[in-house]
């Protein structure tokens, strides 16, 4: 720890995001690689609702009582101090559209308000002496976790597939700025849509389907690790 920082005495806290929850860039099953550190994630897009509202109170309150932490860590600090001190970087939680990096809206979220959670989970510890285990993945075809060859239908998965998910909410305060992390734990896959799934339907690519596509992951398992 800088010697500049103080133990902050704030424990984590977990939350379960209603069952509507829509997963985007989702890396559960194998972590994004792309750059470094390695992570598994994904943005949680939750529509707008009581749930939701509630779920933002939760967070609200526990960035306030980190603040209130703070205060008590540095009893020697005056207000002005701690602004110099404490640098914020931005919250992983956030109400509105939910666009891209030009600005505008996803394919798929065409709403104006969404509770948006940006969840991640590196691949190693702080100190990189541990690998991290990637989040834990249930869906309706059996009770238990699903183990690794059963998660393997999950490495590709695609935007608007609904899931709850259990995240870790903690703290952090380091050289690089302060702020909360959202650490996905674990996820009840609801209702599956493949990577791609969107747009390559059947009778785009010109075949007959009299049948609806089956959707996967509808039910709920029981489990009383997380609150599914």
Do not use: C
Not at 135 to 143: A, G, H, L, N, T
Request: neutral net charge; proline residues 8%.
């Amino acid at each position: 720890m800088n010697p500049k920082q103080r133990f902050i005495d704030l424990k984590p806290i977990q939350v379960t995001t209603p069952e509507n929850s829509m997963l985007s860039f989702s890396w559960l099953v194998e972590p994004d690689t792309k750059y470094a550190p390695h992570r598994y994630k994904t943005d949680v897009v939750i529509p707008d609702s009581e749930k939701a509202q509630e779920l933002v109170v939760t967070l609200d309150d526990f960035l306030t009582n980190f603040k209130k932490a703070i205060v008590v860590a540095y009893p020697d600090k005056s207000k002005e101090e701690l602004k110099e001190l404490i640098k914020w970087n931005k919250l992983p939680y956030s109400f509105g559209p939910y666009l891209d990096k030009e600005g505008k809206k996803r394919q798929g979220f065409p709403d104006d308000n969404y509770l948006i959670l940006s969840t991640n989970k590196k691949t190693l510890s702080y100190d990189g002496t541990k690998q991290n285990s990637p989040p834990i993945i249930f869906d309706s075809s059996q009770k238990e976790p699903l183990n690794d060859q059963q998660k393997q239908k999950y490495k590709q998965i695609g935007p608007g597939t609904t899931a709850q998910v259990a995240i870790y909410v903690s703290q952090y305060q380091k050289e690089v700025g302060s702020g909360l992390r959202l650490t996905p734990a674990a996820v009840n896959i609801k209702n599956f849509i493949p990577f791609g799934g969107q747009a390559q339907t059947a009778e785009e690519w010109g075949f007959q389907q009299d049948q609806a596509p089956q959707q996967s992951g509808t039910g709920t398992p029981s489990t009383n690790d997380f609150d599914f």
